[in-house]
């Protein structure tokens, strides 16, 4: 029993001397469990790296949204019911849209909320012409970033009671000014498909021949100027509508100009553009006439495209060298030249 009790006291002393040699935290080969077939060590999971928001170009997407301006009347010959009725601007919307860039629009796509908020361009059709016969300008605008709305005047229009009556021109400014308020109101709302879609610091006015004029006259005249506009695209337009232009302070503006137009002479959009303040560029288009280089698919057409997008670049977007892009595409050997500055 003494001979037992000596050799377990020395397993004893053994073990106690096993253990001292150990480092700190290490445990005997014998008390460390192997799971077999079991899973392998947790490891840190990876922060997904977020996807960038979407770029130009975009697809294009078109609505088309109604307006009502109660504070103004239409009145007879020119209503349907042959009593005074309020102003109504029905609007086309072309907008960033999610999906594939291509050259259609896309009734009610999704729009691409996450690239936003985008600039807006208010378009004026001209005497008699709905928004749709400048289709491929105002996609090509929507495609390079901007929400891009015309609304179809209620008394210039093909589809006018007793015909398009070009003197309510004088009233188409208001409109345009209304129609910029309601769209910053559908961008400024919790839902809908322009919710937060708009820079409302970043507006350009834009128009051809009688739209241009209305454009003009919202950007420049003292009869009607709109302070909101920050740059304005002019298309064969002229100093039509009543009041002063080129106040001090006026915005950017690129006029674009057919050679060849006997509407709306050359010398007209030359006259605007010399009272305009710099800066200021002036788009010849050699030959061109009154209204293919807008809406029709020829090389005059491509140069306007490119030019006033370059243009809309630097003016609302602030983007590099896009000024000297402008310069490039705008100086077209035999189809256009681009000057000012």
């Not at 009593?83 to 999704?110: F, K």
């Not at 749709?132 to 929507?142: D, G, K």
Request: aromatic fraction near 6%; include cysteine; glycine fraction near 10%.
């Amino acid at each position: 029993m003494a001979g037992a009790l000596v050799v377990l006291a020395g397993l004893v002393v053994a073990a106690l001397a096993f253990a001292r040699a150990l480092p700190t935290g290490a445990r005997p080969a014998a008390a460390t469990r192997t799971m077999t077939g079991g899973p392998p060590p947790a490891s840190p999971s990876a922060t997904p790296t977020p996807s960038p928001p979407p770029s130009a170009p975009f697809a294009v997407g078109l609505r088309v949204v109604t307006f009502v301006d109660h504070r103004r009347e239409v009145l007879p010959p020119h209503t349907a019911s042959g009593r005074p009725e309020p102003r109504v601007l029905r609007t086309d919307v072309w907008y960033p849209a999610l999906g594939t860039p291509g050259t259609s629009d896309v009734a009610e796509a999704p729009p691409a909320r996450a690239g936003g908020p985008f600039p807006l361009v208010v378009f004026g059709p001209g005497f008699d012409m709905y928004p749709s016969a400048y289709e491929p300008l105002l996609h090509a605008w929507a495609r390079a970033g901007f929400v891009v709305v015309a609304p179809t005047f209620p008394l210039t229009n093909p589809g006018t009671p007793g015909g398009p009556y070009e003197a309510d021109m004088v009233n188409q400014p208001r409109d345009m000014a209304f129609v910029t308020t309601r769209i910053l109101e559908l961008s400024s709302a919790r839902t809908g498909f322009l919710q937060g879609m708009v820079d409302a610091a970043e507006i350009a006015v834009a128009g051809q021949s009688d739209g241009g004029d209305t454009a003009l006259a919202d950007a420049y005249s003292s009869c009607c100027r709109d302070p909101r506009v920050r740059a304005a695209v002019i298309l064969s337009g002229q100093q039509l509508l009543p009041g002063t232009y080129g106040p001090p302070g006026g915005p950017p503006l690129l006029a674009a100009q057919g050679t060849g137009d006997t509407i709306n002479v050359p010398e007209d959009t030359t006259q605007l553009y010399e009272d305009a303040r710099p800066p200021k560029y002036l788009l010849l288009l050699l030959g061109a006439d009154h209204l293919e280089p807008y809406t029709a698919r020829t090389p005059w057409e491509k140069v306007v495209v490119r030019a006033s997008i370059a243009f809309l670049d630097a003016e609302l977007k602030g983007v590099p060298g896009a000024l000297a892009r402008m310069r490039a595409v705008g100086n077209a050997p035999g189809i256009a030249t681009l000057s000012g500055g």
